[in-house]
């Protein structure tokens, strides 16, 4: 009772808001090993859910925002920075003593209309764009400089061959848009860890691009403390040896290796895709969406399984994987109820839809030996 209520406080809470806290917490189980993170969203980190909020402060030491920190969240138009919610999400993070993330400040996604176009709709020239990255990432990552201990700087600058994105990024600056990023956060913090981060890059054509990438980038004396291995897996899909080689590929190549987005997709899908990309939308199947009633006890143990085969790959890699980050807390929430079809029932976090500990999170806090 005792350490609940310090932990109550600790998040901000009042005793009335008290919920049932799981006893055994995963940044325990890990402890001196990993730092295990959360992707959070404002409900959770302004108390307006109490519950959430506990449980966060309860289970987690680091944090990463969901949304509030994209482009189109902070910078809507151009020079109007809007703050509040990005303010309380690392307050949250600072009150809690968490390594408090930001995410994300180079990406083609989630970006306000503005941003490529001048006043009459074309597209700006390289000097114009890299001004506006430069007092983006310099007014945000200098805001909160020695609070949020990491950023994700670039964010999926990768095709799926492993080529660079023709994002708009690239098309008007060109190639040296990464090296200037990461330099422009480094200026703002230099104290920060600076992450390049992607999605399907445990393996394959994409996973060798990442590497050429950042070994270019380390070369050239560019401060990029680490890649950001998003890990959105399957049950099946990185089989645990690749996963393993890929981590042991980029540790070679002098990078720490942070899993920025954990979370394991049990629904069924069409065909085999391991591309994340958000723009992605299918149409609906009820044939895809098996489990509107709950996870049979079966695929609750195969995604156990499954967690605890994860962990155990990135428990291989002392000193080069330093954090690993669920892509949220509780399965009602995730992102992967709406993608890449719309309105399905998805199971692929270590709480289920009421927030109460699944099997999987069993398995990593209490291994059976
Ligand atoms: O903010 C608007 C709100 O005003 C509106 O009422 C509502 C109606 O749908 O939409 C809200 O925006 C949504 C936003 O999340 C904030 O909740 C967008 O529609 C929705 O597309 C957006 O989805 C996020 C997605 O990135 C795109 O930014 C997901 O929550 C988030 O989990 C996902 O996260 C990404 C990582 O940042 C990068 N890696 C891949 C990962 C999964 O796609």
């Not at 050239?220 to 590929?249: K, N, R, Y």
Request: hydrophobic share 45%; with cysteine.
């Amino acid at each position: 009772m005792r350490i609940h209520v310090v932990m109550m406080a600790a998040a901000g809470l009042g005793l009335s808001a008290m919920p049932a806290l799981a006893q055994a917490t995963l940044k325990d189980a890990f402890k001196n090993r990993l730092l295990v993170g959360v992707a959070v969203r404002p409900h959770q980190f302004t108390g307006a859910n109490a519950t959430q909020a506990a449980l966060i402060a309860n289970q987690f030491n680091s944090i990463t925002p969901e949304n509030v920190m994209k482009w189109d969240a902070l910078q809507p138009r151009e020079n109007e920075f809007h703050f509040e919610q990005a303010d309380r999400y690392v307050d949250f993070g600072t009150r809690n003593g968490m390594f408090t993330i930001g995410h994300t400040l180079v990406w083609h996604s989630q970006v306000p209309g503005w941003l490529f176009k001048d006043a009459a709709g074309n597209p700006v020239d390289r000097e114009t764009l890299l001004a506006r990255m430069k007092k983006h990432i310099q007014t945000v990552v200098g805001r909160y400089k020695g609070r949020v201990k990491g950023w994700d700087v670039v964010n999926e600058a990768l095709e799926e061959d492993g080529t660079l994105r023709q994002s708009p990024w690239l098309k008007i600056i060109g190639e040296d848009y990464l090296a200037k990023a990461f330099q422009f956060a480094h200026e703002a913090d230099p104290a920060a860890q600076l992450y390049y981060n992607d999605y399907g890059i445990e393996g394959g054509k994409k996973r060798d691009g990442a590497i050429a990438l950042l070994k270019k980038l380390k070369a050239a004396g560019v401060p990029v403390t680490g890649v950001g291995i998003q890990d959105h897996v399957s049950l099946t899909w990185p089989p645990a040896t690749m996963l393993d080689e890929t981590i042991t590929a980029f540790g070679q190549a002098g990078l720490k290796v942070m899993i920025t987005e954990l979370d394991v997709d049990v629904l069924p899908a069409r065909g085999h895709n391991t591309s994340a990309d958000v723009s992605r939308n299918e149409a609906a199947d009820p044939a895809l969406n098996p489990y509107t009633n709950g996870l049979p006890a079966n695929v609750q143990e195969a995604l156990a399984r499954r967690y605890a085969e994860l962990f155990a790959v990135y428990l291989k890699h002392p000193g080069v994987v330093t954090r690993v980050t669920l892509w949220g807390l509780c399965d009602g929430e995730s992102w992967l109820n709406d993608w890449p079809i719309r309105g399905r029932t998805s199971h692929p976090l270590l709480f289920d839809r009421a927030c109460k500990p699944k099997p999987a999170f069993q398995a990593l806090v209490a291994p059976r030996r």
